[in-house]
């Protein structure tokens, strides 16, 4: 009864190779999220959806394009691989009410490595 | 602009000593929300506590106990009695909400390494 899942949980590959990373949560929350986690565990958002509308875009290469076809899924994915796009991707959702900060709910992490 | 600061990089003990994990914030906003993650070395991220800003009371869940002081702008965690299983890295975070909340963002702190040896 996995609340938030990703997919693949790891995920080696070449530079300059496109790829994608699958999130999903059943917990009916209305908010998805991606962060990235960075070798020194730094963790910094890149994305975030509200019923399937783009509100948070960070300063990130528009190599990385997010899309959510239904309020329970967050796709991310990435063109051209660089080196230094290997990190652990983060999916996470919440219920968000009225700026309240709700509680968010990570996924198990995807370990992408660009070699 | 928004910060959390966790100044202790790693923090090593031997099993059943008490030990506290500082977190200073920095935020503009009157209402806000500070949380702290575990991340154990199987790396996913797990949720232990959400305070709002209003409520300054500390909490305590079994061996965890949170204190949220206004004042000085911190919001620290002590283990009490640490075992193995509490080795991690532990993450504070505050909430920054905007888009008339529809959505916020999780500003993390740099992370404590907790090293709980037996």
């Known amino acids: 009864d996995t609340a938030v899942s990703q997919t693949p949980k790891y995920l080696v590959t070449q530079m300059g190779n496109d790829k994608s990373i699958k999130c999903e949560q059943n917990l009916g929350h209305d908010t998805m999220y991606w962060y990235k986690q960075d070798s020194k565990k730094f963790l910094k958002i890149m994305f975030s959806y509200n019923n399937k509308e783009l509100i948070i875009n960070e300063t990130v290469p528009n190599r990385f394009s997010p899309k959510s076809p239904d309020k329970a899924h967050l796709n991310l994915h990435i063109n051209s691989l660089e080196l230094g796009d290997s990190a652990v991707y983060f999916c996470?959702?919440?219920?968000?009410?009225?700026?309240?900060?709700?509680?968010?709910?990570f996924g198990p992490g995807t370990r992408l490595l660009v070699l | 602009a928004q910060k959390v600061t966790q100044a202790q990089t790693e923090i090593s003990v031997v099993e059943k000593e008490d030990v506290t994990l500082d977190c200073v914030y920095e935020?503009?906003?009157?209402?806000?929300?500070l949380f702290w993650y575990k991340q154990p070395p199987s790396g996913e991220l797990v949720f232990l506590i959400r305070r709002n800003s209003f409520d300054e009371q500390n909490e305590i869940s079994g061996r965890y106990s949170w204190n949220f002081q206004k004042s000085t702008s911190s919001f620290n965690f002590t283990i009490t009695a640490s075992q193995v299983v509490d080795s991690a890295v532990y993450f504070c975070?505050?909430?920054?909400?905007?888009?008339?909340?529809?959505?916020?963002?999780?500003?993390f702190g740099t992370g404590t390494l907790l090293a709980v040896q037996p």
């Open positions: 935020t503009r906003d009157t209402t806000y929300y």
């Open positions: 996470a959702s919440s219920q968000e009410k009225a700026g309240r900060g709700e509680t968010q709910y």
């Open positions: 975070a505050l909430s920054e909400a905007f888009y008339g909340g529809a959505t916020n963002k999780l500003i």
